[in-house]
């Protein structure tokens, strides 16, 4: 099971939840987030991390011109795009990414997997009308009615209360985790990300 922590703002906090048993780490680049970085700021935290971590960087609706302005400044591997962005304007970058889903109720996942069929995964979050993710809320993982292709990446308000349910009910390919081990937005705690990894470790 991969792990990503998402929504990392400061470089020390960083390395040490990178030296975990974790896979990737979020950075994002969306001003109305309380965890969005600067290119300055990335490029400060991509400085501590070890190596073989993905480094994801996440927009919501963005310019072309600021995320190739990202791309060329900062050492991303993946692009993350979590807002109502068309299947041409992940593609045009030329770069693995992912595309978030917000679920609700009529969310056709066999139809959105089919718009981005050229994404790496599809990462399942919750439908919040006024916001792009990172509310701490779970959605209900029995949306999740249709096996498709892409790899899944469950995403909502995990913690280590709900983490197991929710990988036995959904079988994702990994997991994001941002609200649910944080001491503040965009500060995570080791002693709740190593726990939850120990859990994920032990399904």
């Known amino acids: ?3 990503k922590i998402c929504g990392l703002t400061d470089p020390e906090n960083s390395k040490q939840i990178a030296s975990l048993d974790i896979h990737a780490i979020g950075l994002v680049f969306f001003n109305e987030s309380p965890r969005a970085v600067s290119i300055e700021q990335a490029n400060e935290i991509i400085q501590e991390l070890p190596p073989f971590i993905n480094k994801v960087g996440l927009f919501v609706n963005a310019s072309s011109n600021f995320v190739d302005q990202v ?4 050492n991303i591997d993946t692009i993350q795009f979590h807002g109502d962005e068309s299947s041409s304007d992940c593609s045009q970058f030329q770069m693995p990414f992912i595309k978030a889903i917000r679920m609700r109720e ?3 996942l066999l139809k959105q997997a ?8 599809l990462l399942l979050d919750s439908f919040e009308e006024d916001s792009y993710g990172g ?4 959605f ?5 009615r249709d096996n498709i292709d892409l790899p899944i990446i469950l995403a909502g308000g995990l913690n ?3 983490v197991i349910s929710a990988i036995e009910k959904t079988q994702p390919y990994a997991i994001d985790i941002s609200s649910g081990v944080e001491t503040e937005k965009g500060i995570k705690d080791i002693g709740k990300t190593k726990e939850i990894i120990e859990i994920v470790k032990s399904i």
């Open 1 to 3: 099971m991969k792990i």
């Open 135 to 138: 509310t701490g809320k779970s």
């Open 140 to 144: 209900d993982w029995n949306l999740i």
């Open 114 to 121: 089919e718009e981005f069929s050229s994404a790496a995964g």
């Open 160 to 162: 280590k209360d709900n």
């Open 106 to 108: 009529g969310t056709n």
């Open 71 to 74: 791309l060329n400044s900062v």
